[in-house]
């Protein structure tokens, strides 16, 4: 022992050098799409690490749906400080799980309807719609029961895993409330497919194995901007386009609590509202110039389901989807 204690002294000696050298490490769970090389992530973990002395790392856990079942599953143990790719249609079920903390920011949030909540703080918006080649369709559906009573091919995401396939389903539900079941009894024969998550089903349609994919208002900016490509669009529906807000929340579980609404906070800076148009291909939560050629038109009529009437409409929704489609 007496020859231990000269070691001993040295250990812990050394203990507050160790500590100051600590880099602090912070969890973000998000989507897999928001990681990739061309998706917003490089970009935001770049930029956030230069302001905050911080190691941030992502981890992912599937589509947007998938990460509320991944964090209710793990609760209070997830390694995860913040999540980002809930929507609104998942924002009352996330606060009942009781794993989230209050942001406290309320600046910078500019979106196309009126917004508050202290729990989950938007960062990105579009309007789910139905994405087409020009080339291959030259005279798409104008609403859903035309598209019904056409021979046209359509791939859309499981509304149990995926953010836009629970979108879909609360976009029927909110045009044709009791009406619901007719339109999925008339798309039955339309959906080629259904995937797990968005890069499923945008990757099937990309390749030609459907007319039309469920995505977003947006998504044709990528081809028009990244590929200098025209010939993708959008369909609009006179019934109107339901929006998706995308939102950031802090888990409560976190061990760097502080850090993790320093980074929440940072999603409404110019260095992460700028990223988002070009890489996530979605409109910025703040008043932010958008890229030349990044917008044509918008929906004449909005659609949205409060997070409350979306919980309580989304059993129902789901029913009337599975008795459809057999799923």
């Not at 400080?81 to 903390?101: I, K, M, P, Y």
């Not at 789910?128 to 030259?138: G, I, L, M, N, P």
């Not at 797990?196 to 044709?220: C, I, K, Q, R």
Request: aromatic share 10%; proline share 6%; hydrophobic share 45%.
């Amino acid at each position: 022992m007496r020859q231990m204690r000269p070691f001993l002294a040295a250990c812990l000696a050394s203990l507050p050098l160790a500590a100051a050298a600590e880099t602090p490490v912070l969890t973000v769970m998000t989507y897999d799409s928001f990681t990739t090389e061309w998706g917003p992530g490089p970009a935001v973990e770049k930029a956030f690490e230069e302001v905050c002395g911080c190691d941030l790392r992502f981890i992912t856990g599937g589509d947007g749906a998938a990460l509320l079942a991944r964090l209710q599953l793990e609760g209070a143990a997830t390694e995860a400080d913040v999540v980002l790719g809930l929507d609104t249609n998942l924002t009352a079920q996330a606060r009942a799980s009781g794993l989230f903390a209050e942001h406290g920011i309320w600046e910078n949030i500019a979106l196309p309807v009126p917004y508050e909540d202290s729990l989950f703080l938007p960062y990105d918006w579009s309007w789910f719609a139905f994405v087409y080649d020009k080339s291959r369709t030259a005279m798409p559906p104008e609403d859903f029961r035309a598209l019904g009573d056409s021979q046209l091919k359509i791939v859309i995401q499981d509304p149990r895993s995926s953010t836009p396939g629970l979108g879909l389903l609360m976009w029927v539900k909110a045009a044709y409330g009791d009406r619901a079941p007719e339109i999925w009894a008339g798309l039955a024969d339309n959906i080629l497919t259904v995937t797990p998550g968005w890069s499923e089903a945008y990757g099937l349609f990309l390749e030609g194995e459907a007319d039309m994919v469920l995505s977003y208002s947006t998504s044709p900016a990528y081809h028009r901007i990244a590929e200098k490509d025209d010939s993708k669009d959008w369909a609009e529906f006179a019934e109107g386009h339901y929006l998706q807000i995308e939102v950031g929340g802090v888990l409560a579980s976190s061990k760097q609590l502080n850090l993790a609404k320093d980074f929440l906070a940072f999603t409404q800076s110019p260095s992460f509202q700028s990223v988002i148009p070009e890489t996530n291909w979605m409109y910025p939560a703040s008043e932010i110039a958008l890229p030349e050629g990044f917008e044509t038109h918008r929906p004449a009529k909005s659609l949205l389901l409060s997070a409350e009437e979306a919980l309580e409409a989304r059993g129902p929704a789901l029913a009337e989807w599975q008795s459809s489609l057999g799923q």
